[in-house]
């Protein structure tokens, strides 16, 4: 059972549309959750307590939350204001403490009305209509906050977010009673995947407002003018993650295409079955919020024309029939030898779906079986109670055959490698839109943005030079399609690369998954990304895009992760840069690292900066003074433990050589460490070394520069994973 209630205010002076349909979104968003409702005017929704015509002001806003706050039991409440949208995932978030107040700060508003409606934009910023915290926690502030409102308009903003402001501080101070101690009160954000939206409709009360950064369609809502208009339906895509990397990222791109609102849904265990199946589409579903769903899978590209359907009965199951196979190893199309239905081609009330598919997972749970290889298993209204019916899209959708199909490999009739509106589908499964680096990929030259000033000349001028080590790790932030990580790994780095832009992201995955180079690819904001070890780390033509404080905060980590810093600059300011890109802007930022050699062009220029506080240390050198290099017991046993780890071979932890030595050392927690170690393993082939290793220890009263002080397990992991240096923080004798 959920500890949030939802306080839903209103004045009651809201469009009745937009009303309407905001209450219909909040409650399937609630997903059974209590909502208060704190009205104006008599209301049939929630549990509703009518205040009555009180009018619009700041403290009649805080008196009808408060209201609704006491009325609560849960121990957190989640506000809601009646313009506003908000996604399940938002009222599933709970406060990690009971001290602060927290806002989500994924909230997009959108305006309805006039030339601009539906045009949705972002701004960063934590209020009331995204407030999740502790009950009691609410009530004492917001009462507070009403004193304060009695004599000054100061109090008029969200708790926690302006209480260090002076003229704040000022009004609070000159309260003489409001019963209990005066606090000051602390907000934090929080995020969640899925968009809030706030609707600015002209009659807000906090009025009209845009932001800077806009678009037309948005993830998981879409089109807003579908959602007002009620015909939205969204897509729901389910994943075991055995489709080729390649062709899901052209799945989504596809189905981002639509704009409409889409949901994800990955498995979060790694079984594969009909049960798990049915219930990532449970999932799906729950966060689903229109009428209307349409069941998409990982391997199926769908053109628009197949989401124009709509279902003319909410009790009947719609199946698109007009489907292709392809094989994805040589792009080769087959029309089916019979119309088939698919849950893949699915179109449907949501409501309907989610009864039948709690239906179908009750029956699994209870050891009921779907045979495979008959016709409507899986489907719903085939072999069951339920109405079915056809549709043919304009377009027939792809059915993609792979190694990983769940259902087997199928084959149809007519074949062809070149269809009328798909074409060959080697050729569709390039990620769409202009490449920034150049790139050739199994013959064909992907469109490129640039023609002269290529990023093979920027590499041969600019940043190879720089680079005298023979191996390590590399992350290149800000990577685009990878080119720069590719040549690191062609010199026999580990490189990582961390890419903000899907659309760049996609074009790094296409090119390492068509040519592998061992590339490790993260779809990450790199001011949001937490920096492992690195030999290099790079920015080029980056650094300038981030702000001051930002490049602060990444030159800090470096500090601390970092032997090295290349970065590409330029001499003249570009428009929309945040921060200068000239050299000695770059200088004072890395005060008190050692600045090496600068290269010098006709715009831009290379500089790299050392790390006085790391040293790299070959693996090979230093093993061997280790005292683990004398264990007779400890070296073998962790030895095997990371031999069956990296062949793949399952095992019992507790029967493991290791485990018997944990044993005999009478360690606490035995089972614990010895799965400690296993992810250390994982965590090292896969992503790299986290933190630097600690060197240089007194042993018997004498100064060992060579012995570490941190570091044995991760030392004995690189040695079997033939990594060949590690970064190490070095303690001085003193």
Same mark, same amino acid.
Request: net charge positive; proline share 4%; with cysteine.
């Given at each position: 059972m959920s500890d949030t209630s939802i306080i839903y205010y209103t004045d009651c002076r809201l469009d009745p549309q937009l009303f309407s349909r905001c209450q219909e979104y909040l409650l399937r968003a609630a997903a059974g959750k209590r909502i208060i409702s704190v009205s104006q005017q008599p209301l049939d929704f929630g549990d509703n307590?009518?205040?009555?015509?009180?009018?619009?002001?700041?403290?009649?806003?805080?008196?009808?939350?408060?209201?609704? @706050?006491?009325?609560?039991?849960?121990?957190?409440? @989640?506000l809601a204001e009646h313009d506003c949208f908000y996604s399940p995932e938002h009222f599933n978030w709970v406060p990690p403490t009971d001290e602060h107040f927290y806002y989500n700060v994924n909230q997009w508003l959108v305006i309805w009305g006039g030339k601009q409606s539906g045009l949705y934009s972002y701004f960063r910023r934590k209020v009331l209509s995204q407030l999740i915290c502790n009950r009691e926690l609410f009530i004492e502030a917001i009462e507070e906050?009403?004193?304060?409102?009695?004599?000054?308009? /100061?109090?008029?903003?969200?708790?926690?977010?302006?209480?260090? &402001?002076?003229?704040?501080?000022?009004?609070?101070?000159?309260?003489?009673?409001?019963?209990?101690?005066?606090?000051?009160? &602390?907000?934090?954000?929080?995020? /969640?995947?899925?968009?809030?939206?706030?609707?600015?409709?002209?009659?807000?009360?906090?009025?009209?407002?845009?932001?800077?950064?806009?678009?037309?369609?948005?993830?998981?809502?879409?089109?807003?003018?579908?959602?007002?208009?009620?015909?939205?339906?969204?897509?729901?895509?389910? /994943?075991?993650?055995?489709?080729?990397?390649?062709?899901?990222?052209?799945v989504l791109e596809k189905l981002e295409e639509t704009g409409l609102p889409l949901v994800v849904v990955k498995n979060d265990v790694s079984e594969r079955s009909h049960l798990q199946m049915f219930r990532n589409i449970r999932r799906g579903l729950e966060q689903a919020n229109t009428r209307y769903v349409a069941l998409t899978e990982h391997d199926c590209v769908y053109p628009k024309e197949h989401f124009d359907f709509?279902?003319?009965?909410?009790?009947?199951?719609?199946?698109?029939?007009?489907?292709?196979?392809?094989?994805?190893?040589?792009?080769?199309?087959?029309?089916?030898?019979?119309?088939?239905? @698919?849950l893949s081609g699915l179109i449907c009330n949501r409501d309907l779906l989610l009864k039948a598919v709690n239906e179908r997972i009750a029956f699994l749970e209870g050891g009921g079986v779907l045979q495979r290889g008959i016709p409507g298993a899986c489907e719903f209204g085939v072999i069951d109670d339920y109405k079915s019916d056809d549709f043919r899209s304009a377009v027939p959708y792809l059915d993609v055959r792979h190694k990983g199909n769940f259902s087997g490999f199928r084959k149809g009739g007519d074949r062809t490698f070149n269809h009328p509106y798909w074409g060959e589908f080697k050729q569709l499964?390039?990620?769409?839109?202009?490449?920034y680096q150049e790139a050739v990929i199994n013959g064909m030259t992907m469109p490129t943005r640039r023609i002269h000033d290529t990023n093979e000349k920027r590499w041969k001028k600019f940043i190879e030079p720089l680079i005298e080590l023979d191996s390590g790790f590399v992350?290149?932030?800000?990577?685009? @399609?990878?080119?720069?990580?590719?040549?690191?790994?062609? &010199?026999?780095?580990?490189a990582t690369g961390v890419e903000r832009s899907t659309e760049f992201f996609r074009h790094a995955e296409y090119w390492e998954s068509s040519d592998p180079r061992g590339v490790r690819l993260i779809n990450c904001d790199i001011t949001e990304y937490s920096l492992w070890t690195a030999h290099y780390v790079l920015l080029a033509n980056v650094h300038y895009w981030l702000t001051p404080e930002d490049l602060?905060?990444?030159? /800090?980590?470096?500090?601390?992760?970092?032997?090295?810093?290349?970065?590409?600059?330029?001499?003249?300011?570009?428009?929309?840069?945040k921060s200068p890109g000239h050299l000695g802007f770059l200088e004072k930022l890395f005060d008190g690292w050692n600045e090496g050699k600068v290269i010098k062009g006709d715009k831009h220029f290379s500089v790299i900066f050392s790390n006085p506080d790391l040293v790299a240390r070959d693996v090979d050198d230093i093993f061997h003074f280790q005292q683990l290099y004398k264990s007779q017991k400890f070296l073998p046993s962790y030895n095997a433990l990371i031999d069956d780890v990296l062949a793949g071979r399952k095992f019992d932890p507790l029967e493991t050589e290791y485990f018997e030595y944990c044993r005999w050392r009478r360690f606490k927690n035995k089972a614990g460490m010895v799965q400690r170690h296993i992810n250390l393993v994982y965590s090292m082939r896969d992503e790299g070394v986290r933190e630097p290793l600690t060197i240089g220890r007194m042993v018997d009263g004498k100064y060992e520069p060579n012995r570490l002080v941190d570091g044995d397990h991760r030392l004995i992991v690189a040695k079997k994973l033939g990594i060949k240096s590690l970064i190490c923080q070095v303690r001085s004798e003193g």
């Amino acid at each position: 059972m959920s500890d949030t209630s939802i306080i839903y205010y209103t004045d009651c002076r809201l469009d009745p549309q937009l009303f309407s349909r905001c209450q219909e979104y909040l409650l399937r968003a609630a997903a059974g959750k209590r909502i208060i409702s704190v009205s104006q005017q008599p209301l049939d929704f929630g549990d509703n307590i009518c205040v009555g015509d009180i009018g619009r002001s700041f403290y009649n806003l805080f008196f009808q939350a408060l209201a609704g @706050a006491k009325a609560a039991t849960t121990k957190y409440i @989640a506000l809601a204001e009646h313009d506003c949208f908000y996604s399940p995932e938002h009222f599933n978030w709970v406060p990690p403490t009971d001290e602060h107040f927290y806002y989500n700060v994924n909230q997009w508003l959108v305006i309805w009305g006039g030339k601009q409606s539906g045009l949705y934009s972002y701004f960063r910023r934590k209020v009331l209509s995204q407030l999740i915290c502790n009950r009691e926690l609410f009530i004492e502030a917001i009462e507070e906050k009403l004193k304060m409102l009695e004599t000054s308009p /100061t109090g008029a903003c969200e708790p926690g977010v302006c209480d260090n &402001r002076q003229e704040f501080m000022r009004a609070k101070a000159a309260l003489k009673d409001v019963g209990k101690d005066k606090k000051n009160y &602390r907000a934090r954000a929080f995020r /969640t995947t899925v968009p809030n939206l706030d609707v600015r409709h002209g009659g807000n009360f906090s009025v009209g407002r845009r932001a800077g950064k806009r678009r037309w369609t948005l993830a998981y809502w879409g089109d807003f003018k579908q959602i007002m208009d009620g015909t939205k339906t969204t897509i729901i895509n389910y /994943t075991d993650g055995s489709a080729p990397k390649i062709l899901y990222n052209k799945v989504l791109e596809k189905l981002e295409e639509t704009g409409l609102p889409l949901v994800v849904v990955k498995n979060d265990v790694s079984e594969r079955s009909h049960l798990q199946m049915f219930r990532n589409i449970r999932r799906g579903l729950e966060q689903a919020n229109t009428r209307y769903v349409a069941l998409t899978e990982h391997d199926c590209v769908y053109p628009k024309e197949h989401f124009d359907f709509v279902p003319e009965y909410d009790d009947t199951f719609y199946y698109n029939v007009n489907h292709l196979f392809v094989r994805y190893k040589d792009g080769r199309y087959d029309v089916p030898y019979r119309l088939r239905r @698919a849950l893949s081609g699915l179109i449907c009330n949501r409501d309907l779906l989610l009864k039948a598919v709690n239906e179908r997972i009750a029956f699994l749970e209870g050891g009921g079986v779907l045979q495979r290889g008959i016709p409507g298993a899986c489907e719903f209204g085939v072999i069951d109670d339920y109405k079915s019916d056809d549709f043919r899209s304009a377009v027939p959708y792809l059915d993609v055959r792979h190694k990983g199909n769940f259902s087997g490999f199928r084959k149809g009739g007519d074949r062809t490698f070149n269809h009328p509106y798909w074409g060959e589908f080697k050729q569709l499964l390039v990620p769409k839109g202009k490449w920034y680096q150049e790139a050739v990929i199994n013959g064909m030259t992907m469109p490129t943005r640039r023609i002269h000033d290529t990023n093979e000349k920027r590499w041969k001028k600019f940043i190879e030079p720089l680079i005298e080590l023979d191996s390590g790790f590399v992350t290149d932030l800000g990577c685009n @399609a990878g080119f720069y990580c590719r040549k690191f790994a062609e &010199r026999g780095f580990r490189a990582t690369g961390v890419e903000r832009s899907t659309e760049f992201f996609r074009h790094a995955e296409y090119w390492e998954s068509s040519d592998p180079r061992g590339v490790r690819l993260i779809n990450c904001d790199i001011t949001e990304y937490s920096l492992w070890t690195a030999h290099y780390v790079l920015l080029a033509n980056v650094h300038y895009w981030l702000t001051p404080e930002d490049l602060e905060k990444l030159v /800090t980590q470096c500090r601390n992760k970092a032997l090295h810093v290349i970065l590409i600059g330029r001499y003249n300011p570009y428009k929309g840069h945040k921060s200068p890109g000239h050299l000695g802007f770059l200088e004072k930022l890395f005060d008190g690292w050692n600045e090496g050699k600068v290269i010098k062009g006709d715009k831009h220029f290379s500089v790299i900066f050392s790390n006085p506080d790391l040293v790299a240390r070959d693996v090979d050198d230093i093993f061997h003074f280790q005292q683990l290099y004398k264990s007779q017991k400890f070296l073998p046993s962790y030895n095997a433990l990371i031999d069956d780890v990296l062949a793949g071979r399952k095992f019992d932890p507790l029967e493991t050589e290791y485990f018997e030595y944990c044993r005999w050392r009478r360690f606490k927690n035995k089972a614990g460490m010895v799965q400690r170690h296993i992810n250390l393993v994982y965590s090292m082939r896969d992503e790299g070394v986290r933190e630097p290793l600690t060197i240089g220890r007194m042993v018997d009263g004498k100064y060992e520069p060579n012995r570490l002080v941190d570091g044995d397990h991760r030392l004995i992991v690189a040695k079997k994973l033939g990594i060949k240096s590690l970064i190490c923080q070095v303690r001085s004798e003193g």
